[in-house]
């Protein structure tokens, strides 16, 4: 039986934002949850996020046996791990903190399970530096929220094995993730440095008096957003270079791009800089709450999904 089969029982240790999220995917999986916090309210704020979710959980589509009944809180770490088959950790973002945090996970859950970590600012050679199993943790880090966007950026340390890679990434997309795999650590992973070099770019146009912070928003999501939504930036050159493809593209078309890219700015963020991006997002918000807008942006991007899907391009 290969590893993603044999998960049945899945432990996440920490319910912040993400760990909710992950215990509200995995519950709508199927699988049995155990939730580890020691804060005073965790368990009020997990059950009542699950309950929110669970409407668009089900839009989307439940797995069977999937019941928010199969969810079980507790404090006591070792109680928490001494079962699980998958492991999927959200706890803070320090270095001194998170080696043994890890260890202590390592410590108690059972050696046939993947160890992984939701970090998006460590690596794992520091998350796995204190593990006496360091081959069987890995970076598991999605993008938020992971119960709505399919994205996991896997990644393991020096002393990760190749299969406990592989088995992550197959489980990964056995549940409806879309894993990729990173072949080297770098700040940030992948996805949040595409981010990154787009709002850097964002910034400098805005700053340099080119474009309000509204206008700016729109260009790319009216734009190339878009497109994004249905396939990366290289498919897409593909189909920009007409009917000579990819090829046409990178002997006609590459060249000009490079000199362009050349021209890229960068902007200098101060304090002036912030208050117009703040100035320009309430205006561009209107008046509607985070959470409103975070609602339209959840059924947006599940109807998408399923359109995707129906064309072929999932």
């Not at 993603?4 to 709508?28: E, P």
């Not at 996020?49 to 668009?56: A, G, N």
């Not at 006591?76 to 945090?101: I, S, T, W, Y």
Request: a negative charge; hydrophobic letters at 40%; charged letters at 20%.
């Amino acid at each position: 039986m290969s590893f993603a089969k044999s998960v049945k029982r899945i432990t996440i240790v920490g319910t912040g934002v993400i760990g909710s999220s992950w215990a509200a995917l995995y519950l709508a999986r199927g699988f049995d949850v155990t939730a580890v916090d020691t804060a005073s309210d965790a368990e009020d704020n997990l059950r009542t996020y699950v309950q929110q979710e669970w409407p668009i959980l089900e839009q989307i589509g439940l797995s069977s046996g999937a019941s928010r009944d199969r969810l079980t809180f507790t404090t006591d770490m070792q109680q928490a791990l001494h079962l699980a088959d998958f492991v999927q950790e959200n706890g803070p973002e320090r270095p001194d903190f998170k080696a043994k945090f890890f260890a202590e996970i390592d410590r108690y859950a059972p050696e046939r399970a993947i160890l992984a970590s939701s970090s998006s600012g460590l690596t794992m050679d520091v998350i796995q530096a204190e593990c006496a199993h360091p081959e069987r943790c890995v970076i598991g880090h999605p993008f938020n929220p992971p119960h709505i966007i399919p994205l996991v950026e896997v990644v393991g340390g020096a002393k990760t094995s190749e299969q406990t890679i592989e088995n992550a990434m197959a489980f990964y997309d056995a549940i409806g993730k879309k894993a990729i795999r990173l072949h080297r650590s770098l700040p940030g992973h992948v996805a949040n440095r595409l981010q990154a070099a787009l709002y850097k770019e964002m910034l400098y146009l805005v700053q340099q008096g080119v474009i309000s912070v509204e206008d700016c928003d729109a260009a790319v999501s009216f734009g190339p957003g878009l497109r994004w939504g249905c396939m990366g930036q290289s498919l897409q050159w593909h189909l920009g270079g007409g009917s000579g493809g990819i090829r046409h593209f990178m002997e006609h078309l590459m060249d000009p791009l490079v000199g362009l890219m050349n021209s890229l700015g960068t902007p200098y963020v101060d304090d002036s800089l912030k208050q117009t991006i703040i100035s320009g997002v309430f205006k561009e918000a209107d008046g509607r709450s985070v959470a409103a807008l975070t609602e339209n942006e959840n059924q947006v991007m599940v109807a998408l999904q399923a359109l995707r899907k129906d064309h072929g391009l999932l």
